[in-house]
């Protein structure tokens, strides 16, 4: 409980949360599970992407992370444009004036230190970049919590990416090569560690046990053009992609096998849309999951996963249900490698039907020893979460740090 002469603490969560992103969701449920759990006096409040989803769903007032609502909409008329340039201007002074009311600033995961995906720097990394300056003129604490990091070539992105990381109060990453990446652009990384991802501290529920007979195959599915340096080869890059993943399931529904389609964004629809009408078959079907919970009871039910999206593959992972990884960055084999599992791993610009066919059917042939390591692992990842959660207290709570743990996930 909190003292009656003292005030609560003031707590934001910041990103493009409630956006339709289930991997971006699933950090911030893990971030306010730790927060109720171990600060159930704090005030808590967002600025982010989707506002209206956020308080719907998590029961937190939000305010909408950009003044101009067209911000991620692409700008060719003057109005447009004009529109986009202004909000830039007054969004300086919305970020001051919501940092300011607050004690604490929590950006929970996500990849906000990468360009694995197109960006450009007047997007997010520009938003990003206010939010720790604010920060840092007005004394709230910005605290960065194992998020994703990756060298950038762009040299305005990596600017204000290098900028946000020294600016803000607390760093933390979700694997080494993250922070590897931002001491190579110029942070001292010194005294920032490593933690696994945040989702990895969400609850999970048990795999289904084997049946002996060859049963369902998860296959979690993105909308991928490659990254910010492949705009010029990003159709070819999402043909192959696509025209691979169809081979695949076609030779799996031929064999008689489920197929159970999986997404992670919103903008996915359109794949999974291309699919069941590339291969036309009952065995093929598609969930509509709201949330990394969906997501895990549906892994969780299958012998096997493949998937693209770093939160499908971190949910197959969590239920320990055996998973290849169509990698798309190198975020993706590291976690891969830190689970145990860094064989099972095949290129998602590159994808080879037959190479793929052929590491999922070795991962099949192993797939009660690639369980059982997972289940050592995930008690790993799961009892360093609550480890960063109890440093994450004491640095931004000192006033009322708990000497216990946070309680683990199951």
């Given at each position: ?390 440093a994450l207290t004491t640095t931004l709570f000192p006033a009322n740090s708990h000497a216990h743990a946070p309680r683990k996930a199951r």
């Amino acid at each position: 409980m909190t003292p009656k002469d003292e005030t609560p603490a003031r707590v934001g969560v910041f990103g493009l949360l409630g956006s339709g992103n289930l991997g971006n969701d699933g950090s911030l449920e893990a971030v306010l599970r730790y927060l109720r759990a171990e600060h159930p006096e704090a005030v808590v409040d967002a600025l982010c992407g989707g506002p209206e989803a956020v308080t719907a769903r998590f029961g937190i007032p939000a305010t909408r992370l950009h003044w101009y609502r067209g911000e991620y909409r692409t700008a060719s008329r003057a109005a447009a444009i004009a529109g986009k340039g202004v909000g830039k201007l007054v969004d300086v002074y919305r970020t001051a004036a919501w940092v300011r009311r607050h004690d604490v600033v929590i950006v929970p995961g996500m990849g906000v230190l990468e360009a694995t995906l197109p960006l450009r720097p007047w997007g997010f990394p520009y938003s990003l970049f206010l939010l720790c300056a604010s920060g840092r003129l007005l004394g709230t604490r910005v605290a960065l919590v194992s998020v994703g990091a990756a060298r950038i070539k762009s040299r305005p992105t990596r600017a204000l990416v290098r900028w946000s990381a020294r600016l803000a109060a607390h760093r933390s990453y979700r694997d080494a090569q993250s922070r590897d990446a931002m001491r190579a652009m110029g942070v001292d990384t010194a005294r920032d560690e490593v933690y696994p991802d945040l989702a990895f501290f969400l609850p999970a529920p048990r795999a289904s046990e084997p049946t002996g007979t060859r049963g369902t195959v998860c296959l979690g599915v993105m909308d991928f053009h490659g990254g910010n340096d492949d705009r010029a080869r990003a159709e070819e890059i999402y043909r192959r992609y696509l025209d691979g993943t169809i081979t695949f399931v076609r030779t799996l529904v031929a064999e008689g096998r489920p197929v159970r389609l999986l997404t992670g964004d919103e903008c996915d629809l359109s794949v999974v849309e291309a699919i069941l009408d590339a291969v036309d078959s009952p065995l093929v079907t598609a969930a509509e999951p709201a949330s990394l919970a969906d997501l895990m009871h549906e892994m969780a039910a299958a012998d096997t996963v493949v998937a693209v999206r770093y939160h499908n593959l971190i949910c197959a992972l969590k239920t320990g249900t055996p998973v290849l990884a169509l990698s798309y960055a190198a975020k993706s084999e590291a976690l891969m490698e830190r689970m145990g599992v860094g064989a099972y791993c095949h290129p998602a610009r590159e994808v080879d039907a037959d190479r793929l066919l052929e590491q999922f059917r070795e991962l099949e042939k192993h797939a009660a020893e690639v369980r059982q390591t997972l289940a050592e692992r995930n008690r790993v990842a799961t009892d360093q979460l609550a480890q960063q959660f109890t440093a994450l207290t004491t640095t931004l709570f000192p006033a009322n740090s708990h000497a216990h743990a946070p309680r683990k996930a199951r």
